[in-house]
């Protein structure tokens, strides 16, 4: 979706790239919060400082730090760039709570609006099952220490009159991983996050911000390193012309190579189509898929009991940088993808993938270096992946994959077993029950696909669902 915090990252992650490519950052870097906000400007919050000092932290985020762990206000900029760029440091967690950005939300309660017309039907009186709503003077009132949510005073209104508080970046998590301190400011309990990103995308304040490694990529480029990129098959639903452009134009900003992780989703198809002939055989009854981190996070901390059913096989990603790596052995390997929950995976195996860098971020790439896709010569790809590994990134992709792999491995049908395939399209608190069923045995199916995005990684954080013009300033 294109709005205002989407347009103003876009805008930071511009200028911050033209600025690295003219060898002018150190000297820029300082000034663009004052750039963007000039003096006399309206402000967006109380104050053109705050807003200000809320493009400070959004630059901060940028360029790898958190504002949990910022112990100098008064530290610049120019300070947090030489950091990032001075060794090769993946920041721990790939997302942080700007609480100076935070609106403080108010708490999710129903509340009855002025479209009341005190009604004598009161359907919303007669059908509250605990007795939660009065009538005064003709205006239904709502007695939040009775109400339970359950929203069917909302959903039987004739005249829409009661409505619901949102708190989106609570509301969008699945797992309650988002809290509020004793401030009412929002904070992330790291300790049930699954890095899904849905907070990310949410908020309308932008105050759940990214920690990029965009900096450090584009500077080993800089510096003539030998820097190789593997995509996700999720690419070609996000950039105009062919696979073979887009790769050409990947290279055009100094990638000495380009690879598809559809190469390693093969890899993955068919590790895991033959574990779950394996685990069919040894008689379990459940297996499901691995190739998304947030779901897998999802299982470690919050459904246990389904864990042990989570295929070893590793993720597309990790297979394709293999491929990379046995091909560049000095490189560095850069995933590209639309997911900020890879940044998490990759701290857990930082011998296979060097740094990350999202769809976003390599959009704005272009645009900062005027690299048009649909004007580059095919790239040539040795040998294209196959057509179900390339729909891995779309919801049951995965699935279609190993039944096609299945085919190729007749033992389990010369015994009469029929796979009875499932799969949850999107994390939220109803599926992630769903999750907690399935490793309990209380739910149907012997092979689970499970996606953390609705839609499948098409649908992720950092996809780029439509074009932006760079042109146009943030707001």
């Keep these: 979706m294109n709005n205002g915090v989407v347009r103003m990252r876009r805008e930071l992650m511009i200028r911050l790239i033209k600025s690295f490519l003219a060898g002018t950052i150190e000297k820029d870097i300082d000034r663009i919060p004052y750039e963007i906000r000039p003096k006399g400007m309206d402000s967006v919050r109380c104050c053109i400082y ?15 730090a958190s ?18 760029l001075a060794e090769k440091k993946r920041p721990d967690k790939p997302i942080t709570a700007c609480g100076a950005g935070c609106s403080g939300c108010p708490d999710r309660k129903y509340f009855v609006t002025d479209n009341c017309r005190g009604c004598f039907a009161r359907p919303c009186y007669y059908n509250c099952p605990v007795g939660a709503i009065r009538v005064e003077n003709q205006h239904a009132v709502i007695d939040q220490t009775k109400c339970i949510s359950c929203g069917k005073c909302m959903t039987l209104c004739p005249f829409h009159a009661i409505t619901k508080t949102a708190v989106p970046c609570e509301d969008a998590c699945p797992v309650g991983a988002i809290k509020k301190n004793s401030d009412g400011i929002a904070e992330i309990d790291f300790e049930k996050c699954i890095f899904c990103g849905k907070c990310f995308s ?6 759940i911000m990214e920690r990029s490694e965009l900096m450090n990529i584009l500077n080993e480029i800089k510096k003539g390193k030998e820097v190789v990129a593997i995509i996700a098959p999720s690419a070609q639903n996000q950039f105009p012309g062919t696979v073979g452009q887009l ?19 093969e890899m993955t198809t068919e590790h895991e189509a033959q574990e779950f002939q394996e685990k069919m055989i040894a008689g ?16 470690k901390k919050h459904a246990p009991e389904l864990l042990p059913m989570v295929s070893t096989t590793p993720s597309p990603m990790l297979y394709a940088a293999d491929i990379a790596r046995k091909q560049h052995p000095d490189a560095q390997i850069v995933f590209i993808g639309p997911c900020i929950a890879k940044r998490y995976e990759v701290t857990l195996h930082p011998d296979k993938v060097d740094w990350v860098m999202t769809f976003e971020e390599l959009g704005t790439i272009f645009a900062a270096m005027n690299i048009d896709v649909l004007a580059q010569t095919e790239w040539p790809i040795p040998r294209p992946a196959a057509a179900t590994a390339r729909n891995f990134a779309r919801s049951c992709g995965v699935t279609e994959a190993i039944l096609k ?10 015994r009469g077993f029929k ?6 399209n999107g994390l939220t608190p109803k599926t992630v029950k769903m999750l907690q069923l399935y490793g309990k045995g209380k739910l149907p199916g012997n092979f689970l696909e499970v996606m953390a995005c609705c839609g499948g990684c098409t649908g992720g954080p ?11 300033k943030g707001v």
């Design 50 to 64: 705050k807003d200000r000092a809320i493009i400070k932290y959004r630059l901060m985020a940028l360029l790898g």
């Design 67 to 84: 504002y949990e762990a910022e112990t100098d206000e008064s530290k610049t900029l120019k300070d947090y760039l030489n950091d990032a």
């Design 202 to 207: 949410n908020c309308p304040f932008s105050a």
């Design 247 to 265: 790769f050409s134009a990947v290279a055009k900003i100094g990638f000495k190579d380009v690879i598809e992780v559809a190469l390693g989703a």
């Design 284 to 299: 379990e009854r459940l297996v499901t898929s691995s190739c998304c981190t947030a779901y897998v996070e999802a299982a």
């Design 405 to 414: 792999e299945l085919e190729s491995h007749p033992e389990l049908a010369k």
């Design 419 to 424: 796979a009875d395939v499932k799969f949850i």
């Design 462 to 472: 950092c996809s780029l669902t439509q074009a932006f013009n760079p042109d146009k």
